[in-house]
Structures are given as C-alpha cells and as structure tokens.
C-alpha cells in the first residue's frame, strides 16, 4: 500500500448507506480550507426525505466583519453522483452575510454509529493533489470519539493526506 495523495484516488466509504448517516454529528476536529468558516462549537444534522433525497442544516461558531461573533445557521443540499459517498452540496447561511457556495461532500469512512470522517477537497492542483480542502471529524457523541475508534480515524487521515492537519473543536455551548 502506498501512499497517493491524488484527490482522484481518495477512497471512500465503500456502499454508502445515506440512511444511516441521517441525524446529528458532532464536529471533533477539523481541517481548515483558506479563509476558513466555522471555528467551533460545529454539528451538522442530516436528513434523508420520502424521496431519497439527503439535506442538512449545521450550525456553529463563525466571526464575520473581523469582530463579530455569531452562531451561523447553515444548510444544505446534496445532489447524488454515481458514487453513494460522494455529493455535490449547495449551501447557504440564515442569513444573507454568511458563506454560501457550492463544495464536494465526500465521506471518507463512517461506522454511521460512532464516528465519520468527512473530506471536501475545493481546489485540485495541477498534479492532482488537493491545493484547498477541508474535513471533519464528526462523532455521534459531543464528548468525542470513543478510544476504539482513534486508530482507525488515524489510519484515514493518513490515507487522505491530512494527517497533523486537524485541530480540535471544542464544544462549549456556545451555540
Ligand atoms: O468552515 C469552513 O471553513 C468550511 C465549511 C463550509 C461549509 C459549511 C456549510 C454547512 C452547510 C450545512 C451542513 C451540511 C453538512 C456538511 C458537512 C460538513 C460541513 C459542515
């Protein structure tokens, strides 16, 4: 097995189910995109319709206008691909001034129970690596991952090259 840091080859959770990924996670750590949005205090609640279809809503610390601190209020929908982990999510805030835009929503690997490991790359460099991305760590329980499942949330950011590349988010009760 060697390592290859080309978004192309980045696998993902094999045999997505949607449905089991609905309800709440919590954010545990993160890795940053440039001009990075939510700090902390971040969960994200998916939801699947009669149709099949997957949205969202999240929320979490962000500061806007450089001083302005604020829970966002976010949303979310994903339009399926060929493969059932990976999305193409639109997304806008409550309110007009928050980010909106259009990212990949890929998920990495998820025990839909305890933990998921999601991965956005934004920007693929001309050799095919990712120039800006970003992911979450997400856990199912605020107090974070279970010990049983950090080597195997490990070996993953490894494989998608962003090992040492996540900060931890903390859950205050901000929002
Ligand atoms: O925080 C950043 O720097 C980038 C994040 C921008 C996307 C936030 C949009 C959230 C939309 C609603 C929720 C959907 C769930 C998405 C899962 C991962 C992003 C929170």
């Known amino acids: 097995w060697a ?3 080309q978004v192309a080859n980045i696998p ?4 997505f189910d949607k449905s089991r990924f609905a309800g ?7 890795k940053d995109p440039v001009g990075l949005f939510l700090l902390d205090n971040v969960a994200a609640t998916y939801v699947i319709d009669e149709s099949g279809k997957m949205t969202a809503n999240a929320y979490g610390r962000v500061i806007i206008l450089n001083n302005w601190e604020m829970c966002a209020n976010m949303f979310a929908t994903f339009e399926d691909t060929p493969d ?5 999510m639109t997304y806008w805030g409550a309110a007009s001034y928050l980010q909106s835009g259009n990212d ?20 693929v460099d001309m050799d095919g690596t990712c120039l800006d991305g970003y992911s979450f760590i997400f856990s199912r329980h605020p107090t974070g991952l279970r010990p049983e499942d950090q080597k ?3 070996d993953k950011k ?18």
């Open 152 to 154: 195997i949330v490990t």
């Open 158 to 175: 490894k494989e998608i090259c962003l090992l040492g590349k996540y900060r931890r988010v903390s859950h205050t009760g901000f929002c």
């Open 24 to 30: 709440k996670w919590y954010a545990v750590a993160k």
């Open 12 to 15: 993902v959770m094999q045999n």
């Open 104 to 123: 990949e929503h890929w998920v990495i690997d998820t025990d839909y129970d305890n933990y998921a490991i999601h991965y956005s790359c934004r920007e």
């Open 84 to 88: 059932p982990a990976k999305f193409k």
């Open 3 to 5: 390592q290859d840091c």
